[in-house]
């Protein structure tokens, strides 16, 4: 008898169990885009962003890129990365603003790359160097009906010379692009 409410018990408790899980799931929490990927125009490359959670995606990207820090700039072809979190989606939402295509602003960390043979110009003493840029950002993103996308971050990092002095230096990224993805409809779209 003991057994038969033991086993009852287990079932009972189980059944509870996957009753919250699936209550606790409901419809999908995850408010950023799952993918998107953006031609950029004004620094010509390519990006896609992956969502990851609720409110947060990793970036990554190739295009043209302007590295400046103490020990001089270097221009040319740079890889991306970025892990961005979007702090204000539930306050543009209760305001009936747009957040299609990842529309807020965002804090977050950031890594780029310049290999020396796709660095186009440079001052930086040396020959046959790498640098790469490891700091915070802060960025605000918008996109609007048509696939524009404007995203706009800056933020100070530690720059890591390899073959080069290392130093610290500002980061400004300026993107202006079209979002190739198709986009969720959520809210009004800007004008």
Not at 93 to 114: D, M
Not at 116 to 133: K, V
Request: with cysteine.
């Amino acid at each position: 008898m003991k057994k038969l409410l033991c086993c009852a018990l287990l079932l009972c408790s189980a059944t509870f169990l996957s009753a919250q899980r699936s209550l606790e799931k409901g419809p999908k929490t995850k408010i950023v885009e799952p993918a998107q990927v953006r031609f950029n125009l004004l620094t010509p490359g390519v990006d896609i962003e992956i969502g990851i959670a609720k409110n947060q995606t990793v970036f990554g990207g190739l295009g043209l890129g302007f590295a400046y820090y103490e020990e001089g700039y270097a221009f040319g072809l740079a890889l991306n990365a970025e892990y961005r979190y979007y702090y204000n989606f539930k306050k543009r939402i209760r305001q009936n603003k747009v957040i299609a295509g990842n529309s807020g602003n965002y804090i977050g960390a950031a890594r780029a790359i310049f290999f020396d043979p796709l660095i186009l110009a440079t001052n930086i003493p040396g020959n046959d160097f790498n640098i790469g840029y490891y700091g915070a950002i802060y960025g605000i993103q918008r996109t609007f009906k048509k696939g524009l996308n404007i995203d706009i971050s800056s933020g100070v990092g530690y720059y890591l010379g390899d073959g080069a002095l290392s130093g610290i230096g500002p980061i400004l990224n300026v993107k202006i692009g079209w979002i190739a993805t198709k986009r969720k409809s959520k809210g009004i779209y800007h004008k």
